[in-house]
């Protein structure tokens, strides 16, 4: 099953390739750091963990680090052979730490994994096209009582129309261009960060915010941007259309990290309780 059908899919699993070799020590543990922080919990021995679009393979890797036996799963096979590097390089080959290439909107697939007790899937499902299959489906493979981690492109109305139109002429570009148009955007959005970061009596440079992008899932300013700019399909929710749609299937929001009415990824940890459906 095809995960998008579009010509403009963005390439995720090249961004993250050249990402791997930034990744060290101190980026693992800040994304360790991170998924225990957002999951309120230093020791996942003794639970499962499935990560839905992969990419990189850091936050599985965090998993791994915490104890978990994990599942890494991406529909872009160069995001499988990502993950798999970095459990090659950094998880020992671990017999408990699968990695596969799958679709979250094959539903076949979907069944036949079963149900774990964590579900992580960041940045993700707005990208696969049918975004509220995607996380419908997600929601189908947390285990009763389980947890499921998602991050989801706030809907900015007008504003995220405006950002499908920066998305599009990226991929209108010749590939040699691509990076001058991530540059150019990148520039007008650090510009007005600059001048608010002034007008709030803060340094107006960038580089605390960076670095603390760094330790935020060790991930990197410069290819998050990439990711940003060029990122399709592109889908966005409101919190409170996403928090119904799930609380029907007996979702409840634990955590809530919102971008307001800015741009950017909603942050949502749900608990799956099925008594809430009698």
Same mark, same amino acid.
């Given at each position: 099953?095809?995960?998008?059908?579009?010509?403009?899919?963005?390439?995720?699993?090249?961004?993250?390739?050249?990402? @791997?070799?930034? %990744?060290?020590?101190?980026?693992?543990?800040?994304?360790?750091?991170?998924? *225990? =922080?957002?999951?309120?919990?230093?020791?996942?021995?003794?639970?499962?963990?499935?990560?839905?679009?992969?990419?990189?393979?850091?936050?599985?890797?965090?998993?791994?680090?915490?104890?978990?036996?994990?599942?890494?799963?991406?529909?872009?096979?160069?995001?499988?052979?990502?993950?798999?590097? #970095?459990?090659?390089?950094?998880?020992?080959?671990?017999? &408990?730490?699968?990695?596969? !290439? =799958?679709?979250? @909107?094959?539903?076949?697939?979907?069944?036949?994994?079963?149900? /774990?007790?964590?579900?992580?899937?960041? =940045?993700?499902? &707005?990208?696969?096209?049918? #975004?509220?299959?995607?996380?419908?489906?997600?929601?189908?493979?947390?285990?009763? =009582?389980?947890?499921?981690?998602? *991050?989801?492109?706030?809907?900015?109305?007008?504003?995220?129309?405006?950002?499908? #139109?920066?998305?599009?002429?990226? &991929?209108?570009?010749?590939?040699?261009?691509?990076?001058?148009?991530?540059? *150019?955007?990148?520039?007008?959005?650090?510009?007005?960060? *600059?001048?608010?970061?002034?007008?709030?009596?803060?340094?107006?440079?960038? /580089?605390?915010? !960076?670095?603390?992008?760094?330790?935020?899932?060790?991930?990197?300013?410069?290819?998050?941007?990439?990711?940003?700019?060029?990122?399709?399909? /592109?889908?966005?929710?409101?919190?409170?259309?996403?928090?119904?749609? @799930?609380? %029907?299937?007996?979702?409840?929001?634990?955590?809530?990290?919102?971008?307001?009415?800015?741009?950017?990824?909603?942050?949502?940890?749900?608990?799956?309780?099925?008594?809430?459906?009698?």
């Amino acid at each position: 099953m095809s995960q998008s059908s579009e010509s403009q899919r963005f390439e995720f699993g090249k961004n993250w390739t050249q990402f @791997l070799c930034h %990744v060290n020590r101190d980026r693992i543990e800040a994304s360790t750091e991170s998924l *225990a =922080g957002l999951l309120d919990a230093k020791d996942l021995t003794d639970k499962s963990f499935l990560d839905i679009g992969s990419g990189s393979g850091l936050a599985s890797l965090s998993a791994h680090a915490l104890g978990a036996a994990v599942h890494s799963f991406d529909f872009d096979q160069a995001s499988v052979a990502c993950t798999s590097e #970095m459990k090659q390089r950094f998880g020992s080959d671990n017999p &408990h730490w699968r990695v596969e !290439w =799958g679709s979250i @909107l094959d539903r076949d697939y979907v069944t036949s994994l079963g149900q /774990f007790d964590i579900v992580y899937s960041w =940045g993700v499902l &707005h990208h696969t096209g049918q #975004m509220d299959d995607a996380i419908g489906n997600a929601a189908s493979l947390v285990k009763n =009582g389980g947890t499921l981690c998602i *991050a989801i492109y706030n809907d900015q109305g007008a504003a995220s129309g405006r950002w499908t #139109m920066i998305k599009n002429t990226y &991929h209108r570009l010749p590939q040699a261009l691509r990076p001058a148009w991530v540059v *150019a955007i990148a520039a007008i959005y650090e510009a007005k960060f *600059a001048l608010a970061r002034l007008i709030h009596g803060r340094n107006p440079l960038p /580089f605390a915010d !960076w670095a603390a992008k760094n330790r935020d899932r060790g991930m990197s300013a410069w290819y998050d941007w990439v990711d940003w700019v060029g990122g399709l399909p /592109f889908e966005v929710s409101t919190p409170e259309r996403l928090i119904e749609s @799930l609380a %029907v299937q007996g979702f409840r929001i634990q955590r809530l990290k919102t971008v307001g009415k800015g741009w950017g990824c909603n942050e949502y940890v749900f608990t799956r309780d099925d008594s809430r459906l009698n």
